[in-house]
């Protein structure tokens, strides 16, 4: 099934706001297997609108809009598609009664032009805004393509696109399929050098789907199988993942949407019962406090401090050891802290020697070294560059892939 999405609104042609609607649709239907053969952006203009629809309703089975549903003169998605299909709008009282009462309920003066809020294509399926007004239309066509209308701002658009677009389509295009998705999170390793490793897997691709997603300094890979049944599903996903374990395992940390190396080391953590002694240099107490976010008070720290950059106060604090970053520094540290706190592990992360290299670039080392329950000490030395943003988020995250490897 071939889809084709149009992103509606001249406030993005002019670059006014930034499109994140279409990604967002896009992602989703490639994990239902809907392909997305084509993307365009179009402004407010009912002639321009209709000429986009047009290519689109040649090539495409299903068209989706985004924005254009609102009550001003310049949202016109909804009557330029009626015009095309030559069918008349028609008011969802459902969803008129909650304009109507929303202005009732702010003693403010509904003005007619809000009653566009509430109307739908006759004989479509209305879908309802739970977080704004406009409807969202689903109209099945019996030649040509379908189309889905969907309101503009994304806090209206993403919830009902998860709560009634996605069961609407599995249900409409995929209801004799069962449809599973899993997502696996890497670390240490960039998109482009995943995708290279996997290059042949991802090329012969076609159940499940394997669809990679750059995130800030990790990249994620959603597999999507649908089959049968659900022990078929799952088993289309266990195999495709051993394949890519095989290829990338060692940059492999965790599954989920909604994880993170924090959150999988302090389940570690709590899970063997484990408490850390923490001293950063480098990263100002970032660490911990990433960490600390999942402990979900369950005491994990055990002591530590975050060091003053001035000298004096550094060594007033820490005694004959400093954490200057070299391997003998840290390592003698690790040792030290876990030690006088008692704790079953240490992590001690160094203060940056850095230089400027010819470009004016400001380059730069950590050293990173962590005691383990058995007083085995692993320390390692991570280069970095300050041109690059958030160097110090990604030596925590460096800091935590190494906790990690020690733990899992």
Known sequence: MKAELIAVGTEILLGEITDTNTPFIARELANLGIDVYFQSTVGDNPERLEDTIKLAAKRSDLVILSGGLGPTEDDLTKQTVASFLHRELVTDRTAMAKIERYFSETQRTMTENNRLQAMYLKGAKPLSNRTGFAVGIFDQEIQGPDFLLLPGPPSELEPMMMEQVLPLLKKTYLGDHVLRSRVLRFFGIGESQLTTELADLIATQSNPTIAPYAKQNEVTLRLTAWAQTDTDAQKKLN?????IQ????????????HNSLAQV?????????LTIAVVEGYTA?????????????????????ILATNTEKKQSLIGEFNVSASKSSVEKMANCLKKKTKSDLSIVISHASTEKVSSGEQVGSVWIAISDKNENISAKKYNFSTIRPATKQRIVLNALQQLNDILK
């Open 285 to 305: 107490g970032r660490f911990s406090t990433a960490l600390d976010e999942f402990s979900d008070e369950k005491n994990v720290f055990d002591g530590g401090f």
């Open 246 to 257: 095989a290829l990338v395992g060692k940059f492999f940390y965790g599954y989920g949407e």
């Open 239 to 243: 195999d495709c993942e051993n394949r």
């Open 265 to 273: 080391v302090a389940t570690h953590l709590i899970k063997q019962q």
